[in-house]
C-alpha cells in the first residue's frame, strides 16, 4: 500500500533553516508528482510546493517563493522541502502527498515551529 513518512520537523528560530524529507513507498515513485502541503491551526491546508517527477519544474506557493526548495531523489524514493529563511508564520504541520490513480495519499505529517 501507499505509505508516506515525512521527517525532520522541529523547533527553530527566525531565520533559520530545516529540510523536511518524505519517504514513500508502495507506488512507482518516480512516475509521479509529489507535493507539500502545510496546514496552520486554525487554518486550511494549503499548497506550499510542487515537484513534477523527473524534478524537471517545480512550483511554489508566493508565500515561500525564494525561501523553500522542493528536490527529490527518485532512487531513494523521497522528497526534500528546504526551508530557509523561516518566519513565525511558516509554522504549521508539514505534509507530503501523492496522487495516485487519482487518489490522494498523505502522510501523517511533521510539525515546525518557528519561535525564538
Known amino acids: 500500500q501507499v505509505q508516506l513518512v515525512e521527517s525532520g520537523g522541529g523547533l527553530v528560530q527566525p531565520g533559520g533553516s530545516l529540510r523536511l524529507s518524505c519517504a514513500a513507498s508502495?507506488?512507482?515513485?518516480?512516475?509521479?508528482?509529489m507535493n507539500w502541503h502545510r496546514q496552520a491551526p486554525g487554518k486550511e491546508r494549503e499548497l506550499v510546493a510542487a515537484?513534477?517527477?523527473?524534478?524537471?519544474?517545480?512550483n511554489y506557493a508566493d508565500s515561500v517563493k525564494g525561501r523553500f526548495t522542493i528536490s527529490r531523489d527518485n532512487a531513494k524514493n523521497t522528497v526534500y522541502l528546504q526551508m530557509n529563511s523561516l518566519k513565525p508564520e511558516d509554522t504549521a504541520v508539514y505534509y507530503c502527498k501523492a496522487r495516485v490513480f487519482m487518489f490522494d495519499y498523505w502522510g501523517q505529517g511533521t510539525q515546525v515551529t518557528v519561535s525564538s
Open positions: 515537484i513534477t517527477n523527473a524534478g524537471g519544474s517545480t
Open positions: 508502495g507506488f512507482a515513485f518516480s512516475s509521479y508528482a
